[in-house]
């Protein structure tokens, strides 16, 4: 499976790039919020992959960090959730708005993706509060930025959860991707909390309640307020 592709982009659109690595074209569909993101045509790029294969369809979706593919990885599992539909939501949410929305079952925030239903927000919610702790504990090592295309290849995907040896090395001295600081926090945060003895979905919920608060808030400053949120009352 192609798990990574790096370029020269040859053209931009609103849902999608055209790659050109070595003299092939590669068209890679990604979210609006990713497409935004993207250098202007003639420069460099590389995105994380997810190759859907179908009987008369072979599709490759573009995801900026490790992180997101995870999330679009989890997203696609949910019955009547398909790979564009996940891009409207990543698209809409990223995937720090995603995991909070979905810890604190705040389905009407997944409902505004476009072409997702009340039904269809619930259930994503719904089915994926137990699973999204998992990715959240392991967001800020999965925050990698795809970085430049220094050589233009195509890299198979290894794992489904992790980058090849030799890229995460090279990878590892690069600058961290933006999102990579609010990850981290909260799945030290998330982390710390499961240590303490807290189920995974309650702390997640209190973690994802405390960074909605406070989107830049360091771990320790999270880990306070998510145990003031989890403190018995009364």
């Given at each position: 499976m192609i798990g990574r592709i790096a370029?020269?982009?040859?053209?931009?659109?609103?849902?999608?790039?055209?790659?050109?690595?070595?003299?092939?074209?590669?068209?890679?569909?990604?979210?609006?919020?990713?497409?935004?993101g993207l250098p202007p045509a003639g420069q460099a790029v590389a995105l994380y992959t997810d190759l859907l294969v179908r009987e008369d369809l072979l599709q490759l979706f573009g995801f900026p960090t490790m992180l997101e593919k995870e999330w679009?990885?989890?997203?696609?599992?949910?019955?009547?959730v398909g790979?564009?539909?996940?891009?409207?939501?990543?698209?809409?949410?990223?995937?720090?708005?995603?995991?909070?929305?979905?810890?604190?079952?705040?389905?009407?925030?997944?409902?505004?993706?476009?072409?997702?239903?009340?039904?269809?927000?619930?259930?994503?919610?719904?089915?994926?509060?137990?699973?999204?702790?998992?990715?959240?504990?392991?967001?800020?090592?999965?925050t990698v930025e795809a970085g430049g295309a220094d050589e233009p290849a195509i890299e198979a995907d290894a794992s489904?959860?992790?980058?090849?040896?030799?890229?995460?090395?090279?990878?590892?001295?690069?600058?961290?991707?933006?999102?990579?600081?609010?990850?981290?926090?909260?799945?030290d945060a998330l982390s710390a909390l499961t240590n303490l003895g807290y189920a995974p979905s309650e702390a997640a919920a209190a973690v994802a309640q405390s960074q909605?608060?406070?989107?830049?808030?360091?771990?320790?400053a999270l880990i306070r307020a998510a145990l003031k949120s989890l403190a018995p009352k009364g």
């Open positions: 370029g020269v982009i040859l053209h931009r659109a609103r849902d999608h790039v055209l790659i050109d690595v070595r003299g092939v074209g590669y068209i890679v569909h990604v979210s609006e919020r990713t497409a935004a679009h990885r989890l997203l696609t599992s949910v019955q009547g790979a564009k539909v996940s891009l409207a939501i990543l698209g809409t949410l990223g995937p720090d708005g995603l995991a909070r929305a979905i810890t604190l079952g705040d389905w009407s925030a997944v409902r505004k993706a476009q072409g997702v239903g009340p039904k269809l927000a619930q259930r994503v919610v719904l089915e994926l509060k137990d699973k999204a702790p998992a990715v959240m504990a392991i967001g800020g090592d999965l489904a959860a992790s980058a090849p040896a030799s890229m995460a090395e090279a990878e590892a001295r690069r600058p961290a991707a933006p999102t990579a600081q609010p990850a981290q926090a909260a799945a909605a608060s406070e989107p830049d808030a360091t771990t320790s």
